[in-house]
């Protein structure tokens, strides 16, 4: 969702190199370190304002990345932490398309998940609490404020109202998602997981 390429991060990890022999290691641990700082400075502008939706938006989005480079536990844990932010972000801006839609898609990785992964994930934390309906009204919320707002949105709108057996409503959106442009190589991803998604359903 996020990049955290950053122009220095390429020469931290050639100018450490002659110490570790491995420059991707060190490539991975500059971006932790560097997502890490970002987190901590949301957490300042939160405590200075927490009525600002955009620091939530991506206090949500960049604690999800930071804890999932630190392992399989702590991601699980922020979990609650990612949902509480996205649903902060939209209660102060109601016009928060993104934030609808990456709630919304919390809410459908975790329904996707099998049943060992659930299992797997409540050895770590209580499974929180999601729906195909909570999913759904988040992405025709999105969709109302802006129609056709992303592919990603299109997308999990078709694919939430086919698990919830409303397929006139799915097969509309996903054709909607596939008539979309891909401009980067997240959207291509996405695009092509509609067309398997679709050519397998209908």
Known sequence: VVSTQSTGESKKAVVSTQSTGDPSILGRSDRVSQIQGLVDLLDR??????RCSAAHHWKAV????CSGSAGLKNQFKNLET????????IELDPTDTDSMTLLGAWHMELLELSWVQRNFISLFCTFPNCSY???????LRAEQLAPAVSLSNSYLTGKACFRLG???EAKRFLEQALDCHAVTKEDQIVLEEAKRFYNSSF
């Not at 960049?62 to 990345?65: F, I, Y």
Request: aromatic share 8%; no cysteine; glycine share 0%.
């Open 166 to 168: 409303r397929k006139t």
């Open 62 to 65: 960049l604690s999800n990345a």
């Open 133 to 139: 309906e909570q999913a759904l009204e988040l992405f």
């Open 45 to 50: 502008a939160l405590e200075l304002d927490e």
């Open 82 to 89: 990612m949902r509480y932010h996205l649903e902060q972000a």
